[in-house]
């Protein structure tokens, strides 16, 4: 249907650009394939920059870009999924990482798993990014650029500390963090609350948030590893004074690190421009490192956020759709937007096309070690309610770590299963 109309509106208004029916090189009807992006996930420049390659290179179709917001996108995405297929709605989506399981759990997204493994290179991808975008061992969201912590850390309260590089493990880094407490600095400010950071903790000692056995999902803050996760955590908190009882954003830590002689925090990379901007004099005096892991040989565990991208079933235009996903997510474009959005490409094989700029380079190497949030279509109820917020401050501020842990895990079990309710 929407083919017809495109057809209909380029011949009764043949003189506008951009609308013809008849391809440049001569050959058939020209194909419209619409495409939603989130706001700011690529500049304006790169868009139109890539729009022209792409029409350049596929002479049957025309992009439809159109750009949308992340308040309320759900509730937008879901609706779209389930229209009756008139050729109004979206080609290509794209959809954050954690997502992508509670839109292919209705059966409303195009099984992507063979273009994964004979054409994509599923198997180079960031794990971050591939993981969460499968669904019963299928793969439907295809990784487009990814984002993660790194600690942002200040080079001269570093060198007054008689500190030369940074540490490459995790007994070095309370080594060094110790080091840098004294004198007025804190070695580091890390927030009670900041989960995402606990869960790399946990991911290393091969620990997780929840786990699916037998077809039900559990909460798991109570294992033996997850515990030690948490152990760590504590005694790299207590090396500052960020509050106990309060995430990252409460207050944000980037005005805490500009105001303040704090020498470290965890954050993505691209925080030090609202920190510059806030105390311009740090401009030339921040550095990057990634999460030190329980090995030299290997950055520790990051939660990997970022942004895949999944055709509904109900396209109308599967060839245009696979398309544009494949130039999208190939080497050059891909490579492209992350230096353009600083980003970190999404194959471990192109982090070398960043590795000029400190601050991504680091976030690449922490993104081969990357992990999201547990793959059930079901946990954005965790995050809403957040018991391991909870749970974190009761250890931090004095509770039993084991009792507390198994109340959390109870919790999240309660709202992953909706059978324990």
């Known amino acids: 249907m929407r083919r017809r109309l495109l057809a209909l509106v380029c011949v009764s208004a043949s003189l506008l650009s951009g609308c013809g029916l008849v391809s440049q090189d001569g050959g058939g009807e020209r194909r419209s394939v619409t495409v939603w992006l989130m706001k700011d996930s690529a500049s304006q420049e ?9 029409e350049r290179t596929h002479p049957d179709l025309d992009l439809d870009i159109r750009i949308q917001q992340w308040t309320g996108i759900g509730e937008k ?5 389930k229209a009756d297929g008139d050729g109004a709605g979206p080609d290509v989506i794209e959809v954050g990482n954690t997502q992508v399981a509670q839109y292919a759990e209705g059966g409303r997204l195009l099984d992507l798993t063979l273009e994964s493994m004979r054409d994509w290179g599923i198997r180079d991808w960031l794990p971050g990014l591939a993981e969460p975008g499968q669904w019963m061992s299928q793969q439907f969201g295809i990784p487009w650029y990814a984002a993660n912590r790194v600690v942002i850390y200040r080079k001269d309260l570093f060198e007054q500390a008689g500190i030369t590089e940074p540490p490459r493990t995790r007994d070095e880094w309370l080594t060094v ?11 580091i400010y890390l927030a009670g609350q900041d989960w995402y950071t606990l869960s790399g903790f946990i991911w290393d000692e091969g620990g997780e948030l929840a786990r ?16 030690r996760g948490m152990d760590f955590y504590r005694e790299l908190q207590a090396l500052g004074d960020g509050p106990v009882d309060a995430d990252e954003e ?11 002689r704090v020498a470290q925090i965890v954050a993505v990379p691209g925080l030090a421009q609202a920190i510059v901007r806030q105390n311009p004099e740090l ?3 921040l550095g990057f490192f990634p999460v030190p892991g329980k090995t030299a040989g290997k950055p520790g565990a990051v939660f990997t956020g970022g942004s895949d991208l999944v055709v509904p079933k109900n396209t109308d235009d599967r060839d245009g759709a696979l398309a544009v996903i494949e130039a999208l997510a190939g080497a050059e474009w891909n490579t492209e937007l992350a230096r353009t959005m600083n980003y970190v490409p999404n194959k471990k094989s192109l982090a070398k096309a960043v590795a000029d700029e400190e601050g991504v380079a680091a976030m690449a190497a922490g993104a081969a070690q990357g992990r999201a949030t547990p793959g059930t279509p079901r946990w954005g109820a965790v995050e809403a ?19 507390e842990a198994r109340r959390a895990s109870d919790r999240i079990t309660e709202l992953l299963d909706l059978d324990a309710r």
């Open 250 to 260: 409460h207050p944000p830590q980037a005005g805490v690190f500009a105001d303040g």
């Open 283 to 285: 401009r030339d005096r």
């Open 212 to 227: 699916q056995s037998g077809g039900v999902w559990r909460g798991t803050l109570d294992s033996e590893e997850a515990l």
């Open 177 to 187: 963090t110790e080091q840098l407490n004294s004198g007025g600095n804190q070695g």
């Open 385 to 403: 309610d957040n018991p391991i917020k909870e749970y974190m401050t009761k250890v931090l501020t004095g509770a039993d770590a084991r009792s």
């Open 77 to 81: 995405v879901q609706s779209a999924l």
């Open 46 to 54: 790169f868009l139109r920059r890539f729009t022209e390659d792409f």
